[in-house]
């Protein structure tokens, strides 16, 4: 698969955010459970998701801790398990990854092999925001999965 990279800028976003440590063995599960927690979560508080749920894994080994957003309107309380954050504003890198999420490190390699060439450093842990997934694909070849990167200001 090729991936073509870009060069963007996203916006600040008000997200719902919960932290959940796991193994790498019960990733997929993990994170299914936390996505429905802040989507629990957002309609007890009355707001709206206002984007596709996103994913931060900032040091992937056999034991992990995944950062889950779920972007939404307005600025609730947050709980003991689900606080508030807001994502900064800035430059990124990005691409698409069709397919399974087992396969998506090639889209992550293209993303780092582009930023060395353009001699940009990154600014934090890179984001999967998921556009297409299990509840909506038919088949896993058809999720479709955003990867950034944040860059830091020139």
Same mark, same amino acid.
Not at 39 to 67: I, K, W
């Given at each position: 698969? &090729?991936?073509?990279?870009?060069?963007?800028?996203?916006?600040? &976003? @008000? &997200?719902?955010?919960? *932290?959940?440590? %796991? %193994?790498?063995?019960?990733?997929?599960?993990?994170? #299914?459970? #936390?996505?429905?927690?802040?989507? +629990? $979560?957002?309609? *007890?508080?009355?707001?709206?998701?206002?984007? =596709?749920?996103?994913?931060?894994?900032?040091?992937?080994?056999?034991?992990? +801790?995944? !950062?889950?957003?779920?972007?939404?309107?307005?600025?609730?309380?947050?709980?003991?398990?689900?606080?508030?954050?807001?994502?900064?504003? #800035?430059? @990124?890198?990005? %691409?698409?990854?069709?397919?399974?999420? !087992?396969?998506?490190?090639?889209?992550?390699?293209?993303? $780092?092999?582009?930023? *060395?060439?353009?001699?940009?450093?990154?600014?934090?842990? =890179?984001?999967?925001?998921?556009?297409?997934?299990?509840?909506? /694909? /038919? %088949?896993?070849? !058809?999720?479709? &999965?955003? @990867?950034?990167?944040?860059? *830091?200001? +020139?």
């Amino acid at each position: 698969m &090729t991936y073509d990279v870009t060069l963007t800028e996203f916006p600040s &976003t @008000v &997200t719902c955010h919960q *932290r959940v440590h %796991t %193994t790498a063995a019960r990733i997929a599960s993990a994170v #299914g459970e #936390g996505l429905q927690n802040l989507y +629990d $979560f957002a309609s *007890r508080s009355a707001v709206t998701p206002t984007g =596709p749920p996103q994913l931060s894994c900032p040091a992937p080994g056999q034991e992990v +801790d995944l !950062d889950l957003y779920l972007p939404i309107s307005g600025s609730p309380d947050g709980s003991e398990a689900i606080d508030i954050v807001v994502l900064p504003e #800035g430059p @990124v890198a990005m %691409t698409f990854h069709r397919g399974r999420y !087992d396969e998506i490190n090639a889209a992550y390699e293209a993303l $780092f092999a582009w930023i *060395r060439e353009h001699g940009l450093e990154q600014a934090g842990p =890179p984001r999967e925001l998921y556009l297409t997934g299990p509840d909506t /694909a /038919a %088949t896993p070849g !058809d999720y479709l &999965t955003e @990867v950034v990167v944040p860059l *830091r200001r +020139d």
